[in-house]
């Protein structure tokens, strides 16, 4: 199975500031067709995960922009360039390139 | 709007059985490969199931092997989950997705499992 390892797991930043999420991957999620099989999920408070980044660096529909996923082999980076008050919860790596789909273990953001 | 609404939850025995369903709407169902995913009580996320669009290719995660059954009814827009032996680390909460892995991927707002004697 590929293991996914998110840091940090829990992270508070003050509304306005930039946050950044890792996660890496035991093997890389790379397609033979060239996209990364990697995505990024929100679990905010009470309701089921929603995607915001998918093929590692593509914003889901109505995600807003501020939101950015870079991808490179085993590495992956969710960005927040400015942080809400809407953005807590706990965030969620994936890798959808093989059976077991592996998530992370969730990187919980707090807000000041 | 898309919809996924989960059903079929409860309290059930170790060793018991529970049919878990989701109506689908809003989207063409036929067209999708569909997933179920679970999340133990103050825990991360777990793969349970796929199967793809006509329901001919199956894939469980080794906890479940054998125990569970993913399978849909297209004319239906539904999809289910047949769980038997369930085990108290079986308890969850669990999403029925769409498209998981892919730009179009959805979650359903869950359906509570509880096995406990």
């Known amino acids: 199975d590929i293991v996914m390892t998110q840091s940090p797991l829990s992270l508070s930043v003050t509304p306005g500031e930039p946050a950044s999420i890792s996660c890496r991957s035991s093997q890389s999620p790379l397609h033979s067709q060239g996209n990364y099989f990697f995505d990024w999920y929100l679990q905010k408070p009470g309701q089921s995960p929603q995607l915001l980044i998918y093929w590692g660096s593509n914003r889901a529909s109505g995600v807003p922009d501020r939101f950015s996923g870079s991808a490179s082999g085993t590495d992956f980076t969710l960005k927040i360039s400015r942080v809400e008050a809407e953005d807590l919860g706990i965030y969620y790596c994936?890798?959808?390139?093989?059976?077991?789909?592996?998530f992370g273990q969730g990187t919980k953001l707090e807000i000041k | 709007e898309v919809q996924l609404v989960e059903s079929g939850g409860g309290l059930v025995q170790p060793g018991g059985s529970l049919r878990l369903s989701c109506a689908a709407s809003?989207?063409?169902?036929?067209?999708?490969?569909m997933h179920w995913v679970r999340q133990g009580p103050g825990k991360g996320l777990e793969w349970v199931s796929r199967l793809n669009e006509d329901g001919s290719t199956t894939n469980y995660a080794d906890s479940v092997k054998g125990r569970f059954t993913i399978y849909r009814d297209n004319a239906k827009n539904t999809l289910f989950l047949q769980m038997n032996s369930l085990r108290d680390e079986d308890t969850a909460m669990y999403y029925c997705t769409r498209d998981l892995g892919g730009a179009q991927a959805y979650w359903g707002q869950g359906i509570l499992v509880t096995v406990s004697s």
């Open positions: 994936m890798q959808g390139l093989q059976t077991p789909y592996t």
């Open positions: 809003g989207f063409t169902f036929k067209t999708y490969w």
